[in-house]
């Protein structure tokens, strides 16, 4: 399988990613990219700014498309820092949850 890498910063036009509008357009990418059967390595290098409201527009919808294995097996994230890796495991987490039980949904993710 092709593997495409993805510049946040690049997409993004910024290296404040904390728009949802922008984590929209890395979302639509990477899934239209997933789709064509290509993996995903989202780069983040030069991000200096990420709020969690973008990784979950970017990212978190993800679990509403396609499967935990499926995600898993095909996408990477690369240079992300520590706190951002410590966010994107809260987004995850609660995407899982949010997509997986209809019934626990309450609000947004």
């Known amino acids: ?9 690049d997409t ?25 059967g290509q993996m995903v390595t989202l780069s983040f290098l030069n991000v200096e700014m990420l709020a969690s409201d973008f990784l979950t527009t970017a990212i ?18 690369e240079d992300l820092s520590l706190t951002g890796a410590v966010s994107l495991k809260r987004v995850v987490d609660t995407a899982k949850v949010y997509y997986q039980h209809p019934e626990a949904k309450q609000g947004s993710i």
Do not use: P
């Not at 978190?60 to 994230?77: A, M, R, T, W």
């Open 1 to 9: 399988m092709e593997n495409t890498t993805i510049s946040i910063v």
């Open 12 to 36: 993004v036009g910024d290296s404040a990613c904390v728009k949802t509008e922008d984590g929209q357009k890395v979302f639509e990418l990477i899934k239209s990219t997933l789709s064509e």
């Open 60 to 77: 978190g919808q993800l679990y509403g498309e396609f499967s935990v294995k499926f995600i898993k097996d095909n996408l990477k994230i």
